[in-house]
T-cell receptor, first 115, second 111 residues
Framework: AQSVTQLDSQVPVFEEAPVELRCNYS??????LFWYVQYPNQGLQLLLK??????LVKSINGFEAEFNKSQTSFHLRKPSVHISDTAEYFC?????????????FGKGTKLSVKP | DADVTQTPRNRITKTGKRIMLECSQT?????MYWYRQDPGLGLRLIYY???????NKGEISDGYSVSRQAQAKFSLSLESAIPNQTALYFC??????????FGSGTRLTVV
């Protein structure tokens, strides 16, 4: 069975500092990997995803994540955060190849950006 | 209109009442899901359906039931609501696991 571990439940940082939100997964098959963001009192938005190809994927607002198969990780990074990045971030995994697998979520990391 | 629409957006109900949460989609996806979100626990899968005739239990199905009325409609029922079912509920659709579209959520409070 697949599982996702987000190693930090809360990450406080100052504005313009770099940030890394860690995500590790376990799976015996190939995977698709996702990061979702949830702003306060809102629904889930897809931030970025890895399906295949280049292991480095990027979002339109400056986040990036790298799929590392050997370390079973998909950490999310941003070189300089803004106040508006304050949100909860969820890492998720599903089985690749169009299989019957479902999307499994980590418990989330709350990013708090302080001025 | 949103691709995945959930109704109601908010609901307060009493312990023991039956309640139905509805979800409809315009994505044309066969796969539909119901998740619940609790603080500190992330999203957990309640039920999922890969087509109209295929319904499967997820991680936390006890106390819930579902109905797939059509490809575009997937409803979640709480037969006898209890306070620990107070949560934020999300419906989602999937394009064969390559992409997932979520509704805006239903905030359910059981008093």
């Amino acid at each position: 069975a697949q599982s996702v571990t987000q190693l930090d439940s809360q990450v406080p940082v100052f504005e313009e500092a770099p940030v890394e939100l860690r995500c590790n997964y376990s799976s015996s098959v190939s995977v698709y990997l996702f990061w979702y963001v949830q702003y306060p009192n809102q629904g889930l938005q897809l931030l970025l995803k890895y399906l295949s190809g280049s292991t480095l994927v990027k979002s339109i607002n400056g986040f990036e994540a790298e799929f590392n198969k050997s370390q079973t990780s998909f950490h999310l990074r941003k070189p300089s955060v803004h106040i508006s990045d304050t949100a909860e971030y969820f890492c998720a995994v599903s089985e690749g190849g169009g299989s019957q697998g479902n999307l499994i979520f980590g418990k989330g990391t709350k990013l708090s950006v302080k001025p | 209109d949103a691709d995945v629409t959930q109704t109601p957006r908010n609901r307060i109900t009493k312990t023991g009442k039956r309640i139905m949460l509805e979800c409809s989609q315009t994505k044309g996806h066969d796969r539909m899901y119901w998740y619940r979100q609790d603080p500190g626990l992330g999203l957990r899968l309640i039920y999922y359906s890969f087509d109209v005739k295929d319904i499967n239990k997820g991680e936390i199905s006890d106390g819930y039931s579902v109905s797939r009325q059509a490809q575009a409609k997937f409803s979640l029922s709480l037969e006898s609501a209890i306070p620990n079912q107070t949560a934020l509920y999300f419906c989602a659709t999937s394009d064969r696991g390559r992409g997932y579209t979520f509704g805006s959520g239903t905030r359910l409070t059981v008093v």
